[in-house]
């Protein structure tokens, strides 16, 4: 048992995954829209923004696409990185939540 917990790899954390076109249009017109409304709850807030985003123009989207492109290269160019350092690509969320813990050496006690 103890010899299958000391072969277990631990995975370091891989780069976090970029931002979509939307959420990087909701995240930069977030304020705008709530300072246009003060009082609105979170929920409705976020349904502005949806059908805002919906109302736009594959022209009027672009800005938001180019940044959500750049992110996704910088983030592929960090996967192949994180490839070449550590022999395989980062583990999921379900499968670092199932990794065991840094395995520590035993105590050795003294009387």
Request: charged fraction near 25%.
């Amino acid at each position: 048992m103890r010899q299958a917990a000391e072969e277990a790899k631990v995975w370091p954390p891989g780069p976090k995954k970029p931002l979509n076109a939307y959420m990087i249009f909701a995240s930069e017109t977030r304020e705008v829209v709530k300072a246009e409304n003060p009082n609105i709850p979170g929920k409705d807030l976020a349904k502005i923004l949806g059908e805002t985003w919906s109302g736009l123009s594959a022209a009027d989207k672009a800005p938001w696409l180019g940044k959500a492109n750049e992110q996704k290269e910088q983030y592929d160019a960090q996967i192949e990185l994180y490839v070449q350092e550590h022999g395989g690509p980062p583990p999921s969320a379900k499968q670092q939540a199932k990794q065991p813990a840094e395995v520590q050496s035993p105590r050795v006690v003294t009387v």
